[in-house]
């Protein structure tokens, strides 16, 4: 049997543990028929450990995003393992800790621009180290936490993902004469090892759990997996610069429900 995703090369960064989103879209873009070749930062003997884990085990490639020098040598290094890439996925966000947690008005411009490097330049960072791997065209999706209003407790990631989204809409108009769609995915809250580190993030699990009109599962991925891998495909072939919500719904909620 074949998948929507078969013959599909697929580039897949933020991968750290199995709670990972990244590693949830690798596992169900190989369940889909796709080859998949995973990136990993800092913690690369985890990262491989965890790469075993996968339906079929994805060799790893070593990819600081913020790093010029292995962005630069990110193609040759793909080439090892694959001629070429369909799609990619950007999995990558970090703030310090003093730009999260209700310490807007006090961090430091030197943490609000690693948060910014890190978080939102980066996905055009990738998206250009990408490009001479994307001959025929292909897709590149984001990971992001709804930016349309202000969070407790998330202050400048807030901000560097609103910056993630507006990056997104001119990546779609400038690669879209490549043929390259490139969208993002607005995921709900998941118990990965980046929402650990958010002070207060409880009041995000709280909330989605009793709000969102379908429900949403805090440590179940394959919803936002789904998504990804779909638009990593060839399903949605006229749509670029969109941010599609997975979230149960949470979004289009204005008020608390109440039961009649």
């Given at each position: 049997?074949?998948?929507?995703?078969?013959?599909?090369?697929?580039?897949?960064?933020?991968?750290?543990?199995?709670?990972?989103?990244?590693?949830g879209v690798a596992k169900y873009a190989q369940e889909?028929?796709?080859?998949?070749?995973?990136?990993?930062?800092?913690?690369?003997?985890?990262?491989?450990?965890?790469?075993?884990?996968?339906?079929?085990?994805?060799?790893?490639?070593?990819?600081?995003?913020?790093?010029?020098e292995q962005l630069a040598g990110l193609e040759a290094?793909?080439?090892?393992?694959?001629?070429?890439?369909?799609?990619?996925?950007?999995?990558?966000?970090?703030?310090?800790?003093?730009?999260?947690?209700?310490?807007?008005?006090?961090?430091?411009?030197?943490?609000?621009a690693t948060a910014l490097q890190v978080s939102t330049?980066?996905?055009?960072?990738?998206?250009?180290?990408?490009?001479?791997?994307?001959?025929?065209?292909?897709?590149?999706?984001?990971?992001?936490?709804?930016?349309?209003?202000?969070?407790?407790?998330?202050?400048?990631?807030?901000?560097?993902?609103?910056?993630?989204?507006?990056?997104?809409?001119?990546?779609?108009?400038?690669?879209?004469?490549?043929?390259?769609?490139?969208?993002?995915?607005?995921?709900?809250?998941?118990?990965?090892?980046?929402?650990?580190?958010?002070?207060?993030?409880?009041?995000?699990?709280?909330?989605?759990?009793?709000?969102?009109?379908?429900?949403?599962?805090?440590?179940?991925?394959?919803?936002?997996?789904?998504?990804?891998?779909?638009?990593?495909?060839?399903?949605?072939?006229?749509?670029?610069?969109?941010?599609?919500?997975?979230?149960?719904?949470?979004?289009?909620?204005?008020?608390?429900?109440?039961?009649?």
């Open positions: 049997m074949t998948g929507f995703l078969d013959g599909k090369r697929l580039l897949i960064t933020g991968v750290i543990t199995e709670q990972s989103l990244g590693f889909q028929g796709a080859e998949v070749v995973l990136t990993g930062f800092g913690r690369m003997s985890l990262v491989e450990r965890i790469a075993k884990k996968l339906p079929t085990p994805a060799p790893v490639i070593e990819l600081d995003a913020t790093d010029p290094k793909v080439r090892e393992h694959v001629d070429g890439i369909d799609g990619v996925l950007h999995a990558i966000a970090y703030a310090p800790p003093s730009a999260l947690g209700g310490n807007f008005l006090n961090t430091p411009w030197e943490d609000v330049f980066s996905y055009k960072a990738l998206a250009m180290a990408c490009l001479p791997l994307m001959g025929n065209g292909g897709s590149i999706v984001g990971l992001t936490f709804d930016a349309s209003q202000a969070w407790p407790v998330y202050d400048w990631m807030g901000v560097a993902k609103a910056g993630l989204e507006s990056a997104n809409r001119y990546l779609a108009r400038d690669l879209g004469p490549k043929g390259i769609r490139v969208n993002l995915v607005s995921a709900g809250p998941q118990r990965t090892m980046a929402a650990k580190s958010i002070p207060g993030f409880e009041a995000f699990e709280e909330a989605w759990t009793t709000r969102a009109p379908l429900g949403w599962s805090l440590t179940d991925s394959e919803p936002v997996a789904k998504a990804c891998a779909a638009l990593l495909s060839d399903l949605f072939p006229a749509t670029s610069g969109e941010i599609l919500h997975v979230d149960g719904g949470f979004h289009a909620v204005g008020v608390e429900r109440t039961e009649k």
